[in-house]
């Protein structure tokens, strides 16, 4: 079964200071991994998208990280602003079929910036 | 481009009413998806598309219908509310990118 765990399941920091999200997934065949942004009330944003040969990506002060091997992925993020308060999911997709791209979801990691 | 757009941004439903969320995209995308997120849970896939006129069931179907009649639009109809049927749901579009739209927030009593 195609699983995707995420942690932690929250988190508060404090501005400016750096935190890391993890995700641990078992997807088959793996297509491409994909982390979110959720705002409160809001639907996900893309942050980053890797494939099977990408090791790292950055996006702004969010840079994740993937190794295929261990099927593991993570979210860093840099210099925390108040912002960047939201639920961060990671998403895993597995190439199937006629749907393309399967996607299973993480639960997600809630992050808190207090000032 | 509006992206993806979502209608209504909430409805309180009574157990047994029917109602039909609203999905549009103006991307030209062929892939269209919906979702339900339930608190603290990750997104279920309840019916994607590949294109005008092909649909079929994803994860969580019962309950739900859609329909594609064009690449546009891809609404999503509940027959007989139920509680559980309570959640946000999201309707996606794929091109190169998946987008999402802001969601619908539905309450069924």
């Known amino acids: 079964k195609n699983q995707v765990e995420q942690s932690p399941q929250s988190l508060i920091i404090l501005e400016g200071k750096n935190c890391t999200l993890q995700c641990n997934y078992t997807v088959s065949p793996f297509s491409n991994l994909r982390w979110y942004k959720q705002d409160t009330g809001r639907g996900p944003v893309s942050l980053t998208i890797m494939t099977f040969s990408e090791n790292t990506k950055s996006n702004g002060r969010y840079t994740a990280t993937l190794d295929a091997d261990t099927k593991q992925s993570s979210l860093h993020i840099t210099a925390s602003q108040l912002s960047d308060s939201a639920s961060y999911i990671c998403?895993?997709?597995?190439?199937?079929?006629?749907?393309?791209?399967?996607?299973?979801f993480g639960g997600g990691t809630r992050v808190l910036v207090k000032p | 481009n509006a992206g993806v757009t979502q209608t209504p941004k909430f409805r309180i439903l009574k157990i047994g009413q029917s109602m039909t969320l609203q999905c549009a995209q103006d991307m030209n995308h062929n892939y269209m998806y919906w979702y339900r997120q339930d608190p603290g849970m990750g997104l279920k896939l309840i019916y994607y598309s590949v294109g005008a006129g092909i649909t079929d069931k994803g994860e969580v179907p019962n309950g739900y219908n859609v329909s594609r009649s064009t690449t546009e639009d891809f609404p999503l109809r509940l027959e007989l509310a139920a509680p559980s049927q309570t959640s946000v749901y999201f309707c996606?579009?794929?091109?190169?990118?998946?987008?999402f739209g802001p969601g619908t927030r539905l309450t069924v009593l």
């Open positions: 998403v895993v997709s597995a190439q199937v079929g006629a749907a393309g791209n399967k996607l299973t």
């Open positions: 996606a579009s794929r091109g190169p990118r998946q987008f």
